[in-house]
């Protein structure tokens, strides 16, 4: 169960970098 939990949690943080990088590649600010 924790496994599980562990492995959605790591592709949700995956996916949310996924979308930051992208969005960041079509609007470029400086962080």
Do not use: A, E, S
Not at 2 to 30: A, D, E, S
């Amino acid at each position: 169960m924790t496994t599980f939990n562990l492995k959605k949690i790591k592709h949700q943080i995956m996916t949310l970098m996924g979308l930051i990088t992208t969005y960041r590649m079509f609007h470029p600010v400086k962080w």
